[in-house]
């Protein structure tokens, strides 16, 4: 089955099961705001009807006022808790948005507009995560939903620095095997993830390689997945409008034609993406 096919049809399942909407547009409270390192941040909103709705590779529209208007920015899920309706959004502070995001303090409240999108391939054997920057963090949400259904997961993780792998602790809780790489060598095998990723494909019995970072860092992934034969999706990110497949701001070409990173990714299969 089509890996996207495979995502979207237990998310439709489940949405129709419960006789409810795929998707939601709420207010939320912040519940918390964490700074995770030098540009960092964690954002923890209560919003039960999206946790509800939530698999791992889906992202949600956070929409804050900005005088009248209300700004609205993409955010992956990096975790969700169904018990306390929690949701929680990793991201970078890179422009005036995020920076409005990072101001908010708990009991703000926020607009969010999701879950949308389709997200990682719900059933995989041995899956191997690979991630860098801020891929990491919807990379996060699949390894500890894997881990809750006995699947083990190992992950392999490239930064500039031994800094910016600070999501280890976070990793250590829901995976069996980490891999560290850094481009200074400060921590792990020195260089980039596929100075590593030959060796670890080698002889293993990975089903699938999932990747979640730079396009670069992707492109070169799935080049190894190619020659080592093993299956590779990755989550794909681009400027978005409206997040809901209308403005045609996300598209981009694929093997199988013009598609939405917003409603037909943001994961795709590899090897339909032209990099
Ligand atoms: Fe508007 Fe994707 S963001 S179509």
Redesign the pocket.
């Known amino acids: 089955m089509d890996l996207r096919e495979d995502s979207r049809n237990l998310t439709e399942e489940v949405a129709s099961l419960a006789s409810l909407p795929a998707k939601v547009d709420v207010e939320a409270s912040v519940e918390k705001q964490e700074k995770l390192s030098k540009d960092v941040y964690r954002m923890t909103l209560k919003a039960p009807s999206i946790a509800l709705r939530s698999r791992p590779g889906q992202f949600v529209q956070v929409g804050i006022k900005q005088g009248a208007a209300l700004l609205r920015r ?1 955010l992956g899920l990096a975790e969700v808790d169904t018990m306390n309706g929690n949701i929680v959004l990793n991201y970078r502070v890179l422009g005036r948005g995020t920076e409005a995001l990072s101001r908010l303090c708990p009991e703000d409240m926020v607009q969010v507009l999701g879950p949308l999108g389709h997200g990682f391939t719900v059933n995989p054997a041995k899956p191997l995560l690979v991630g860098g920057g801020m891929g990491l963090s919807p990379l996060l949400y699949y390894a500890k939903w894997l881990s809750a259904r006995k699947v083990d997961v190992d992950i392999m993780m490239g930064g500039r620095t031994a800094e910016e792998l600070f999501w280890q602790k976070d990793f250590a809780a829901c995976t069996k095997n980490i891999y560290l790489t850094t481009d200074d060598g400060s921590l792990g095998t020195k260089g980039y993830v596929t100075a590593l990723l030959p060796q670890i494909l080698t002889g293993s019995n990975y089903d699938r390689v999932v990747v979640c970072g730079p396009e670069i860092m992707m492109k070169n992934v799935y080049e190894v997945c190619k020659q080592k034969l093993v299956p590779c999706e990755v989550s794909l990110e ?14 981009i070409d694929t093997l199988s034609g013009r598609r ?4 037909d990714g943001p994961v795709f299969p590899a090897e339909e993406v032209f990099f």
């Open positions: 993409p681009r400027r978005m409008g409206c997040g809901l497949g209308a403005c045609l701001s996300c598209s939405k990173v917003c409603k």
